[in-house]
């Protein structure tokens, strides 16, 4: 039983260009969270998604960002145009029902802008 | 605002030690209190907390809630160098349709042998 699986581990772009994320839960779960992690700070919670819903976006910077999960296949972290400040660690956690705090992380992508 | 503060912000111990982490936190719609240990990649869960004074124990480590004044502790007896993380506490903040977790900074543990 495969956990969360994110990809790629490690992600560099260059400034101006577009990053994407990926994050598939771990198998029955439709309930997908994105946190980031910038040097020596916590955890920031981003936005929290069921599939085909945005339900809480409230972490989400107002622009560049944007996120989803569709019906079918992983849910996708998108940066556009990113600047040296995206650099960060960005984890997908995901829960089989919205209950279910002790969700489960991913290793995370770290994403280097250069 | 919501916060969620974690003290100290690193700890030196030697092997064998016992520690205290501790967290404090102002969050509305409070629902539950999480524990989780962070070794360079995904924060792995430890504990949650949703009741007042009622300890829960995993081996070596154990963690209590005091929802009156607002706090946790992370207990670690008898540390081992495997023991050095960063350990994060994190808040259930609940209402309405959203779920997410506030997290402290973290308290970054370091056991020497």
């Known amino acids: 039983n495969a956990g969360v699986m994110q990809n790629p581990r490690h992600l560099v772009r260059r400034r101006g260009q577009e990053a994407r994320l990926r994050c598939s839960p771990m198998?029955?779960?439709?309930?997908v969270y994105w946190y980031r992690q910038l040097p020596e700070e916590g955890l920031k919670f981003m936005v929290y998604?069921?599939?085909?819903?945005?339900?809480?976006e409230s972490g989400m910077p107002k622009e560049r960002f944007s996120a989803e999960f569709p019906k079918e296949g992983p849910s996708i972290l998108r940066i556009q145009q990113v600047v040296r400040g995206d650099s960060a660690a960005y984890f997908c956690a995901s829960s089989r029902d919205k209950a279910n705090y002790g969700y489960t992380f991913g290793s995370g992508t770290r994403l280097t802008v250069v | 605002e919501d916060k969620v503060v974690q003290s100290p912000l690193s700890l030196v111990v030697h092997e064998g030690d016992t520690v205290t982490l501790n967290c404090s936190y102002e969050?509305?719609?409070?629902?539950?209190l999480l524990w989780y240990k962070q070794e360079k990649k995904a924060p792995t869960f430890l504990f949650m907390l949703t009741s007042s004074g009622i300890e829960k124990k995993s081996g070596r480590l154990s963690s209590i809630l005091d929802k009156k004044e607002l706090f946790s502790i992370l207990n670690i007896t008898a540390t081992q160098t495997g023991d050095s993380a960063v350990y994060l506490c994190?808040?259930?903040?609940?209402?309405?349709?959203?779920?997410?977790?506030?997290f402290g900074t973290g308290t970054l543990l370091a056991v020497q042998p």
């Open positions: 998604l069921q599939k085909e819903n945005i339900i809480d």
């Open positions: 198998k029955g779960h439709s309930h």
């Open positions: 969050v509305t719609n409070f629902r539950s």
């Open positions: 994190a808040v259930v903040s609940y209402g309405g349709a959203t779920n997410k977790l506030i």
